[in-house]
């Protein structure tokens, strides 16, 4: 794709620089258009500092723990276009904090990543619904996998899928909660639920050829706790061996390890043999008919429920705390799926489809007490790419991708949303 670039760099204009001063200064920015997506670049003089990300009405705010800034208040003045109003830099001395402020115009989709490596900061900015793998070219950077091509026969493409403003004067800046607590950054803290889909009497979908769906979840479900635990995340399964697990016990098992993610792992199947691609749900109401076939599919091992009726629905729509983890949930749904497209096109010279975040009534994720997500790796109904979901090698960069993506969860350096 070709890139179109705006630049607005500012120098360093940084002091002499003394012990007591932090640890980061802010020392550019710029601003590229590629495509229908801004990307704002803003460069530190040493590592990229942690971030906290929130939303307030039209505005993204990046909050920068011990950092001060060497550049304008309005570091990209003239070189700002829709669907960016605005880029403000503010600091706060007394709490050697500061803050980037993006007003973006309409609705948006956005994502954020912290490259250490490259001690930057990057922002992409798109109308809604404008570039639908917003995160993609962020996230295949410095730690991309690079590994042999699997041994199977694959096409080189996947088939279709189913598918008037003031500037604000500097301000104290308040704290602002992050997706994780501070106490918690330490490696081996945070765990992570993973729930090999089906099971025991229940085998979900399976292939042409045989494959069944529980086998090779299981098999991924595996490959993705060696994964986190090769990040320094602490992993456990619901199940290990071929047992079948109630669809309730399932979350009730996270719930009493108190994890902090779920996810569940599953194998799709699609009416249209020619539909591909990997989808990551999390739990809401949806109209949309090719979801609810799915989560009847899904639920059917339920005991006690049959077909997601609208009093059932209404259940699901009523766990509270499921509904308070519903941005949580979202925003790791949209980073898995971006990561795990953009790792597996890395990694095996393939073009995934990137189906997607999307909410659906799936019982699996009803009652967890914390952020709850279901990945559907790919197509069991498509014969190439269950040829595909059956190698170890593409197992393996799947599993590392969604470990990725977790780990920037936890580590809040990557975060894709919409305002």
């Known amino acids: 794709m070709a890139v179109a670039v705006a630049t607005a ?8 620089v003394r012990a007591n001063l932090p640890a980061s200064v802010l020392t550019s920015a710029r601003i590229e258009h590629r495509g229908p997506t801004l990307e704002l670049h803003f460069g530190f003089s040493g590592p990229a500092p942690p971030l906290d990300l929130s939303t307030h009405g039209s505005e993204l705010w990046v909050e920068l723990g011990r950092t001060r800034i060497a550049i304008p208040p309005r570091p990209l003045f003239g070189y700002e276009t829709a669907p960016i109003a605005s880029v403000r830099a503010i600091e706060s001395p007394a709490s050697s904090r500061s803050r980037i402020v993006v007003e973006v115009l309409g609705k948006a989709d956005y994502a954020i ?6 001690n930057e900061i990057i922002l992409r900015v798109a109308s809604a619904g404008a570039d639908p793998n917003i995160a993609a070219p962020m996230i295949v950077h410095d730690d991309a996998p690079r590994r042999p091509a699997p041994s199977v026969a694959r096409p080189v493409a996947f088939g279709p ?8 004067r500097a301000q104290p800046i308040a704290p602002v909660l992050s997706n994780v607590n501070e106490d918690n950054h330490r490696p081996g803290h945070f765990l992570v639920m993973i729930d090999p889909g ?15 769906e529980k086998d090779l979840a299981l098999q991924i479900a595996m490959r993705l706790k060696a994964a986190l635990e090769a990040r320094g995340i602490r992993a456990e399964l619901t199940r290990s061996t071929d047992v079948f697990i109630s669809l309730a016990e399932r979350t009730q098992i996270a719930n009493r390890a108190g994890a902090d993610l779920f996810v569940s792992i ?46 059932n629905l209404n259940y699901i729509l009523t766990d509270l705390r499921q509904n308070y983890k519903a941005s949580e949930a979202a925003s790791v749904a949209r980073m898995i799926d971006a990561q795990a497209v953009a790792d597996l096109d890395a990694a095996l ?32 109904s498509n014969a190439g790419e269950a040829a595909r979901l059956k190698s170890a090698d593409y197992q393996q960069v799947l599993a590392g991708a969604v470990a990725t993506a977790l780990a920037h969860y936890f580590n809040a350096d990557l975060a894709v949303g919409n305002l």
């Not at 099971?199 to 979900?204: H, K, S, T």
């Open 161 to 168: 899928a189913d598918n008037s403003r003031t500037e604000s």
């Open 113 to 118: 990543a912290r490259l250490k490596n490259r």
């Open 266 to 311: 599953h194998l799709n199947s699609s009416p249209n043999t020619d539909t591909t691609g990997i989808e990551v749900y999390y739990l809401n109401n949806t109209t949309d008919r090719a979801t609810i076939r799915l989560a009847r599919m899904e639920n059917a091992g339920a005991a006690g429920y049959g077909a997601p009726d609208a009093s």
């Open 349 to 380: 010279g393939l073009r995934v489809n990137a189906l997607g975040a999307k909410m659906g009534p799936f019982y699996v994720l009803v009652g967890a007490h914390m952020p709850a997500v279901l990945v559907e790796c790919g197509f069991m």
């Open 9 to 16: 760099t500012i120098g360093a204009m940084v002091a002499p």
């Open 198 to 212: 089906h099971g025991g009497y229940d085998p979900g979908t399976q292939s042409s050829d045989g494959a069944l």
